[in-house]
């Protein structure tokens, strides 16, 4: 069974942090890559921060750059998305996928069920 399973969602005020972790089974996380997603209410789906398994480079969304980071820990085949400085705009259901290969700008073929962060005062 191949599985995501994310974690760490919750209710933060502005200028908070939170960390999410997705934790991968059935497959092996350090052989493909790994993004974040997420989707607000009323709004597309998009990219928030991918990671390649190849050469570890990262895409961003330009909206959280300087304030998300995303890692690995391929010990525990799972996977993090640091963020800080949290602003309400950031309030949505997040996900990770795994991609088809090993660069972050692949399709991406398995998702999680997500976990909401919402961001208010």
């Known amino acids: 069974q191949v599985q995501l399973v994310e974690s760490g969602g919750g209710l933060v005020q502005p200028g908070g942090s939170l960390r999410l972790s997705c934790a991968a089974s059935?497959?092996?996380?350090?052989?493909?890559?790994i993004g974040w997603f997420r989707q607000a209410p009323g709004k597309e789906r998009e990219g928030v921060s991918c990671?390649?398994?190849?050469?570890?480079?990262?895409y961003y969304l330009d909206s959280v750059k300087g304030r998300f980071t995303i890692s690995r820990d391929n010990a525990k085949n799972t996977v993090y998305l640091q963020m800080n400085s949290l602003k309400p705009e950031d309030t949505a259901v997040y996900y990770c996928?795994?991609?088809?290969?090993?660069?972050?700008?692949?399709?991406?073929?398995?998702w999680g069920q997500g976990t909401q962060v919402t961001v208010s005062s």
């Open positions: 996928a795994k991609a088809y290969g090993s660069s972050w700008y692949d399709d991406y073929d398995v």
């Open positions: 059935g497959f092996t996380l350090d052989h493909y890559a």
């Open positions: 990671m390649s398994s190849s050469d570890g480079s990262t």
